[in-house]
């Protein structure tokens, strides 16, 4: 009487295994590398939904992906894939200095949809994502159905300027160590740093991070691609990008935009607003109460922000 009770529990236990094990194998992530010019990209490819895929741009030049984990939770219907750019987190590490151009970062983009075999995706950019993002759309469009613009930065100058702005709010002994520092060109010294931190404090990230995500984004920051590419910090431009400008070509956008900025980003809203009225038809949200980081800053309302627009993207697809 006794086994004869119990199989039925063992029968329906074993299909439950049976079940979840199927359940866990079709939603864990797909992680892996990609063979590009100068080395090997890490990517994920979070969620298994029909909707067309979301391609993740991480900041820098020379961050990674790390910084925006919280978007894996758009992946409930869509596949999210995330990448580390050449040069920085779990990809190649790289002191080639002539891999460190705009140009090439957006060859290896194309050799990763390729590889991927992308077609009809949307397109994500944070920062200097966002740069790489619409030099990506100017040569490659066809695939790219729609994009996000998160804190976008479209010219250098501007941005420059919109820093000059929001430095001179900071105590005048502040400005002062910037501007004598930025003429002597020495970076390393703690009155600098000291500034830097206190600028990224106000408008870059406003919460604060534990001290293990310290650690892991310093370990996966590639801070030589960075100073080649941008410079110093994220108010002083002195590398290959200090020329970038591709305010003409906002109006060659053809797809739906989103323009994302936090309310004391560094990018800032009213430019982000200007550069919403460039491109035909776009979109422009203030994420309130955060900095350059809104993922992090507000992530209820940066991810029900972007989760609305691809909805109604998803719905003009149909």
């Known amino acids: 009487m006794k086994i004869k009770s119990t199989l039925p529990l063992l029968i329906l236990t074993f299909f439950c295994v049976i079940l979840t094990s199927c359940t866990t194998s079709s939603t864990n992530p797909k992680e892996g590398f990609i063979e590009v010019t100068g080395g090997k990209v890490w990517y994920r490819i979070n969620g298994t939904g029909t909707k067309p895929a979301l391609l993740l741009l991480h900041g820098g030049p020379g961050s990674s992906s790390y910084g925006l984990e919280n978007l894996k939770e758009l992946s409930i219907d869509r596949p999210v894939i995330f990448i580390d750019q050449l040069g920085c987190g779990r990809s ?24 991927l075999h992308l077609e009809n995706f949307y397109l994500y950019g944070h920062s200097w994502g966002t740069m790489l993002g619409i030099d990506y759309y100017i040569k490659y469009p066809a695939q790219v159905k729609s994009i996000i613009f998160s804190s976008p930065l479209f010219s250098t100058e501007y941005w420059t300027k919109d820093a000059d702005t929001l430095i001179a709010t900071l105590p005048d002994s502040i400005q002062k160590h910037i501007r004598e520092n930025e003429k002597n060109k020495t970076y390393d010294n703690p009155a600098y740093q000291n500034a830097v931190t206190l600028y990224y404090k106000n408008f870059l990230r406003r919460t604060e991070r534990t001290q293990s995500q310290k650690d892991t984004a310093k370990l996966f920051s590639g801070a030589n691609v960075y100073e080649f590419m941008w ?36 990018a800032r809203p009213s430019t982000i607003q200007r550069y919403q009225t460039m491109i035909p038809g776009a979109e422009f949200k203030m994420i309130k109460n955060s900095g350059h980081a809104t993922m992090q800053d507000n992530k209820e309302e940066y991810l029900a922000t972007l989760k609305a627009f691809l909805d109604k993207v998803d719905n003009l697809h149909q």
């Not at 190649?92 to 990763?112: A, C, K, P």
């Not at 990008?241 to 560094?266: C, Q």
């Open 231 to 266: 410079g110093p910090s994220e108010f002083t431009a002195t590398g290959n990008l200090l020329t970038y400008n591709r305010l003409a070509y906002l109006s060659t956008i053809k797809v739906p935009t989103l323009l994302v900025a936090g309310e004391f980003d560094e």
């Open 92 to 115: 190649s590490r790289i002191s080639d200095t002539s891999l460190m151009t705009i140009e090439n970062y957006v060859e290896q983009l194309e050799q990763i949809r390729k590889a």
